[in-house]
């Protein structure tokens, strides 16, 4: 198998109906962490990271409607939010699509042209119930309330002639790849879920078309008048749409979909069945291989239910940003849960955060470093080769944890390397607890070597050894923490300085919070 040397991340592209909300910038806060991880191990022209927006279905027709504009007018505004955000959270996506791109239609009109000549999409009658908010099928089996069994608003009958992606024809085929591929869906528990959906059901053929009559704002398809395509086939292809082509041959070519490529997934959970058996599907008859990994992130929840749109308890994230900042939001969504699993959102949590992680643990080791560094060295930077230095037992072990200096770069961070991969479930949190444990090690350094002692009884060089040590250690995590808060990083190494330290305001300043105190 061709070695793989590049990278290429995606999220999902978000619903322009409404406003962004923290759910969708928890999947781009940890796409654009992961992207700036890879960058640095793989360079920056060897990843690529993909983020946009699905504009196209009767939701969004429904929303423009609402507001008196056309679907058009409607999603050029919002998308305009979308991007504000992920700007303002510092997402370095390297594109952005949007569905009503031409990149896109050609692509999604091209791949079904292929499966209808290959015969996987045919043409066939529908009957059932449909929930039109979520723009989902079901079966009378499975909605006997004829209620949507995921968001309980009630389905609309329908009856009418579509065309249809027969699943069933590769129901094995998938049920194998995926028990061959345990890195293909994560985490484990999303894994099991699909392949005993898959062992349990036959599938039933996915309608990949709507009629023009119940719904004029989807992409057209070629062979059929009267049909848009259904918007989930339109949205998935976005991955492949966005990125390559279809040659004249069917055979589809791009840089970052090739086996030199590990592609990745993110999504939340609400769409794994989607992600994990349309879409595999889908490549599969269209003869593109698989992406690498599928990876189920959970939700975020609001007291007892999932924050969203529909439920009407969603927090703006930009509110989060203007009280907290960017890094804190940044931090607290990546390190409060391991990704993976639900979490409860409290601005209570947050600060609780803020105040034992960042202003006392890191905010307060580069403080109190800082300040005597100024004291005592009118703010020079004490010059040592620490790694040759010997220092007393604590300090030999704050050593042995640090990266070696540029020579012997090789080992890099390990632990933060391994705990960002697939095979650790890309588990943010662990990442930062090893960063974590560096900063504690520091700051419980500085209190049992009481370095102020040193100053006292004039040991200079040891305290400058000291000082020089503790220097290194902030420069490092700043380094570390680089790709999941950039901006805090940048202004470590601008507070850090070449030779002479530019001692700012406290990075964290600790937030006062009457409840989380007592
Ligand atoms: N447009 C589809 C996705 C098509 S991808 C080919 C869609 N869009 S969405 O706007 O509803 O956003 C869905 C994604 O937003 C979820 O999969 C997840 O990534 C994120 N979240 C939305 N609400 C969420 C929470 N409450 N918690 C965490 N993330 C969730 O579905």
Same mark, same amino acid.
């Given at each position: 198998?061709?070695?793989?040397?590049?990278?290429?991340?995606?999220?999902?592209?978000?619903?322009?109906?409404?406003?962004?909300?923290?759910?969708?910038?928890?999947?781009?806060?940890?796409?654009?962490?992961?992207?700036?991880?890879?960058?640095?191990?793989?360079?920056?022209?060897?990843?690529?990271?993909?983020?946009?927006?699905?504009?196209?279905?009767?939701?969004?027709?429904?929303?423009?409607?609402?507001?008196?504009?056309?679907?058009?007018?409607?999603?050029?505004?919002?998308?305009?939010?979308?991007?504000?955000?992920?700007?303002?959270?510092?997402?370095?996506?390297?594109?952005?699509?949007?569905?009503?791109?031409?990149?896109?239609?050609?692509?999604?009109?091209?791949?079904?042209?292929?499966?209808?000549?290959?015969?996987?999409?045919?043409?066939?009658?529908?009957?059932?119930?449909?929930?039109?908010?979520?723009?989902?099928?079901?079966?009378?089996?499975?909605?006997?309330? +004829?209620?949507? @069994?995921?968001?309980? =608003? /009630?389905?609309?009958?329908?009856? &009418? *002639?579509?065309? #249809? !992606?027969? %699943?069933? $024809?590769?129901?094995?085929?998938?049920?194998?790849?995926? +028990?061959?591929? @345990?890195?293909?869906? =994560? /985490?484990?528990?999303?894994?099991? &879920? *699909?392949?005993? #959906? !898959?062992? %349990?059901? $036959?599938?039933?053929?996915?309608?990949?078309?709507?009629? +023009?009559?119940?719904?004029?704002?989807?992409? /057209?398809?070629?062979?059929?008048?009267?049909?848009?395509?259904?918007?989930?086939?339109?949205?998935?292809?976005?991955?492949?749409?966005?990125?390559?082509?279809?040659?004249?041959?069917?055979?589809?070519?791009?840089?970052?979909?090739?086996?030199?490529?590990?592609?990745?997934?993110?999504?939340?959970?609400?769409?794994?069945?989607?992600?994990?058996?349309?879409?595999?599907?889908?490549?599969?008859?269209?003869?593109?291989?698989?992406?690498?990994?599928?990876?189920?992130?959970?939700?975020?929840?609001?007291?007892?239910?999932?924050?969203?749109?529909?439920?009407?308890?969603?927090?703006?994230?930009?509110?989060?940003?203007?009280?907290?900042?960017?890094?804190?939001?940044?931090?607290?969504?990546?390190?409060?849960?391991?990704?993976?699993?639900?979490?409860?959102?409290?601005?209570?949590?947050?600060?609780?955060?803020?105040?034992?992680?960042?202003?006392?643990?890191?905010?307060?080791?580069?403080?109190?470093?800082?300040?005597?560094?100024?004291?005592?060295?009118?703010?020079?930077?004490?010059?040592?080769?620490?790694?040759?230095?010997?220092?007393?037992?604590?300090?030999?072990?704050?050593?042995?944890?640090?990266?070696?200096?540029?020579?012997?770069?090789?080992?890099?961070?390990?632990?933060?390397?391994?705990?960002?991969?697939?095979?650790?479930?890309?588990?943010?949190?662990?990442?930062?607890?090893?960063?974590?444990?560096?900063?504690?090690?520091?700051?419980?350094?500085?209190?049992?070597?009481?370095?102020?002692?040193?100053?006292?009884?004039?040991?200079?060089?040891?305290?400058?050894?000291?000082?020089?040590?503790?220097?290194?250690?902030?420069?490092?995590?700043?380094?570390?923490?680089?790709?999941?808060?950039?901006?805090?990083?940048?202004?470590?190494?601008?507070?850090?300085?070449?030779?002479?330290?530019?001692?700012?305001?406290?990075?964290?300043?600790?937030?006062?919070?009457?409840?989380?105190?007592?």
């Amino acid at each position: 198998m061709a070695e793989k040397n590049k990278f290429y991340i995606t999220t999902p592209i978000y619903y322009v109906n409404a406003s962004p909300h923290i759910g969708h910038s928890y999947t781009n806060i940890a796409a654009d962490t992961l992207a700036r991880h890879m960058r640095r191990v793989l360079g920056k022209e060897n990843t690529w990271f993909l983020t946009g927006t699905d504009e196209h279905g009767q939701k969004i027709e429904r929303a423009a409607e609402k507001q008196g504009l056309t679907p058009g007018q409607f999603v050029d505004r919002v998308v305009v939010q979308f991007r504000d955000l992920w700007d303002k959270l510092n997402i370095s996506y390297n594109d952005f699509i949007r569905t009503t791109e031409d990149r896109h239609i050609k692509t999604v009109q091209r791949s079904l042209e292929i499966l209808y000549k290959n015969g996987d999409i045919y043409e066939g009658k529908y009957e059932g119930w449909y929930c039109t908010p979520d723009e989902t099928f079901w079966l009378e089996s499975q909605a006997p309330d +004829k209620l949507c @069994p995921d968001c309980r =608003r /009630p389905l609309e009958e329908i009856k &009418e *002639i579509n065309y #249809f !992606l027969n %699943l069933q $024809k590769y129901q094995s085929w998938l049920i194998e790849y995926i +028990k061959n591929n @345990p890195l293909f869906i =994560r /985490p484990e528990n999303r894994r099991n &879920e *699909i392949l005993s #959906f !898959l062992t %349990l059901n $036959k599938l039933s053929p996915l309608c990949i078309s709507r009629p +023009k009559e119940r719904l004029s704002w989807g992409i /057209p398809l070629s062979f059929s008048a009267s049909h848009v395509t259904y918007v989930w086939f339109d949205a998935l292809i976005n991955y492949i749409s966005a990125v390559g082509e279809f040659d004249a041959n069917d055979k589809y070519h791009s840089r970052w979909w090739g086996e030199d490529s590990r592609v990745v997934h993110l999504i939340g959970k609400d769409i794994l069945r989607h992600h994990a058996v349309y879409w595999p599907i889908m490549l599969k008859a269209l003869g593109i291989r698989m992406p690498d990994t599928i990876f189920a992130h959970g939700w975020w929840m609001l007291g007892e239910g999932k924050m969203s749109k529909s439920r009407g308890n969603v927090v703006n994230p930009l509110d989060m940003v203007d009280k907290y900042g960017i890094d804190t939001y940044r931090y607290f969504l990546l390190r409060e849960v391991p990704f993976g699993l639900d979490g409860n959102f409290s601005e209570d949590s947050i600060i609780k955060r803020f105040n034992a992680d960042l202003a006392n643990d890191l905010g307060n080791l580069i403080y109190r470093t800082l300040n005597m560094v100024e004291k005592y060295f009118q703010g020079k930077i004490p010059q040592h080769d620490i790694f040759s230095r010997r220092y007393d037992a604590a300090g030999e072990e704050i050593k042995n944890i640090l990266d070696f200096p540029a020579s012997q770069r090789a080992s890099f961070s390990r632990d933060i390397n391994s705990s960002l991969s697939a095979e650790s479930d890309f588990n943010f949190s662990l990442a930062f607890e090893s960063i974590w444990r560096r900063i504690s090690m520091a700051n419980k350094y500085i209190e049992e070597s009481k370095p102020w002692n040193l100053a006292k009884e004039n040991k200079i060089d040891e305290l400058s050894a000291f000082l020089g040590l503790m220097i290194e250690v902030i420069s490092q995590v700043g380094r570390q923490i680089e790709s999941f808060m950039p901006y805090t990083a940048d202004l470590i190494k601008e507070q850090l300085g070449e030779k002479e330290i530019k001692k700012g305001k406290p990075l964290f300043p600790r937030i006062e919070n009457k409840e989380t105190d007592t």
